[in-house]
């Protein structure tokens, strides 16, 4: 099965509103309690974005990082419809808010 990308600009004017929270190294951080914590969080933060927590990937050290989830496969899996990048005040935001975010800890303000 061929795969394609839809450029188009009428669905291209749809900006990214999901992204993937990738845990750094610690049980701490990546118990599914803390990665279910930190989609809460990020959720109360920004009502109007999705997050999913992931903490399965190579650990790495340091904080959080966060990536959009850009784009999307049509009900048919064959069609990849990419959105706009998220704006730089959003990832910012997100990533501020995620400074101060320990699970098991109240939020501090960075």
């Known amino acids: 099965m ?3 990308f839809d450029l188009s600009t009428s669905f291209a004017s749809a900006e990214v509103n999901s992204f993937v929270v990738l845990a750094p190294s610690g049980k701490e951080f990546r118990s599914q309690a803390a990665l279910r ?18 903490g399965d990937g190579l650990p790495f050290e340091g904080d959080y990082k ?18 706009v990048l998220p704006d730089r005040v959003l990832m910012s935001g997100i990533a501020a808010a995620l400074k101060g975010f320990r699970p098991g800890h109240a939020p501090t303000l960075h």
């Open 66 to 83: 966060v990536l959009p989830i850009c784009g999307v496969a049509d009900e048919d899996h064959d069609t990849l419809n990419m959105l």
């Open 2 to 4: 061929h795969s394609t």
């Open 37 to 54: 914590a930190v989609e809460t969080f990020l959720k109360g933060c920004f009502p109007k974005v999705d997050f999913y927590a992931n």
